[in-house]
């Protein structure tokens, strides 16, 4: 054998030596990968089922007061983990020795302690302000009422139902909170005194998404 073929053996098995630690090298690569992705995986269920265990739980709309935003049997996801109530959202609560019912209630929060609200019913338009001294006139004329797309097509058809066990403008008590369902003329709520202003420590939580369809909130 002469000097140029022994140079291309060494050649050769110099090739296949590196060719060894590169295929070694790209199988630590992907095991690495598919570990890391598996401790993702796993970390994340683990941070999903301590938030479902502690700070969040599951609940399931009971009716049709809230039609159509959520409907009778959809389930939904709550929290009350640093909650602090506003307008606009939508809770669970559970009101003992209630003369409407003791199972939990979804509704809407339309005002919060302290403010006042006005309902014109022929217009299906709710007002809700701070300053209890207003006038119905000045409130009509000053205050921007509620932006609600979700009644606009009960507006289209009927007239909000009258029956109100309360005078408006109505102030709410601190502490309490004035809930509608979105459902307005087939909802029980803050309107009727068997429901009347929500204890805010009654709160089960704010819905924070629908599981089916899947819906933020």
């Known amino acids: 054998m ?7 053996d060494i050649a050769e098995e110099e090739i296949e030596e590196e060719q060894k630690k590169e295929n070694k090298k790209e199988k630590r690569t992907v ?12 970390l994340s269920l683990s941070f999903v089922l301590i938030m479902f265990s502690y700070f969040a739980r599951q609940a399931m709309v009971d009716g049709n007061s809230m039609k159509e935003t959520f409907h009778d049997g959809e389930r939904i996801i709550i929290s009350d983990l640093f909650y602090e109530p506003k307008q606009g959202d939508v809770i669970v609560f559970q009101v003992p020795n209630s003369l409407l019912t003791t199972e939990p209630i979804i ?17 299906w338009l709710v007002y809700v302000y701070d300053d209890s001294s207003l006038t ?21 058809n009927a007239k909000m139902d009258y029956s109100s066990d309360l005078e408006y403008p109505y102030t709410v008590e601190e ?31 704010k819905v924070i998404f629908r599981i089916h369809p899947f819906t933020w909130f």
């Open 175 to 205: 502490g309490k909170l004035f809930c509608m369902g979105d459902n307005r003329n087939g909802s029980t709520d803050s309107r009727s005194l068997l429901l009347k202003t929500v204890d805010e420590r009654y709160i089960l939580g």
């Open 2 to 8: 002469n000097n140029n073929e022994e140079f291309e």
């Open 31 to 42: 095991s690495r990968e598919i570990f890391d992705w598996a401790e993702v995986i796993v």
């Open 136 to 156: 119905v006139e000045q409130v009509v004329n000053t205050v921007k009422p509620l932006d609600e797309p979700y009644i606009e097509a009960m507006r289209e």
């Open 107 to 123: 509704k809407r929060v339309i005002a919060v302690g302290g403010q006042t609200v006005y309902i014109d019913f022929d217009k």
